[in-house]
């Protein structure tokens, strides 16, 4: 059974920085693409960094020059640096892999 499991949330002021990672358990992901999706309150779920298998990577407009998307493979985890965080990107962040498996999510404030 696969499954994703993030931490790294949590306060940070605006302009500040945090890193996401993302663990899965249950399968060698090398070959899988990941993404990061996020929710804010009231709003749909949306994508915002994907990876995939070769690294290849893609972001939402919005995080661009800002989020980077990484994966160490040899450690299953996939990992989401935020630099220069805005209030708006406070969220609930989630970790998928295609194989439509989602993690519970972990919660990015980002507040003065």
């Known amino acids: 059974q696969v499954q994703l499991v993030e931490s790294g949330g949590g306060l940070v002021q605006p302009g500040g920085s945090l890193r996401l990672s993302c663990a899965a358990s249950?399968?060698?992901?090398?070959?899988?693409?990941m993404g990061w999706y996020r929710q804010a309150p009231g709003k749909e779920r949306e994508l915002v960094a994907q990876?995939?298998?070769?690294?290849?990577?893609n972001y939402a407009d919005s995080v661009k020059g800002r989020f980077t998307i990484s994966r160490l493979n040899a450690r299953n985890t996939v990992y989401l640096q935020m630099n220069s965080l805005r209030p708006e990107d406070t969220a609930v962040y989630y970790c998928?892999?295609?194989?439509?498996?989602w993690g519970k999510g972990t919660l990015v404030t980002v507040s003065s």
């Open positions: 249950g399968i060698r992901f090398s070959i899988n693409t």
């Open positions: 990876i995939t298998g070769g690294g290849t990577t």
């Open positions: 998928n892999i295609d194989l439509g498996v």
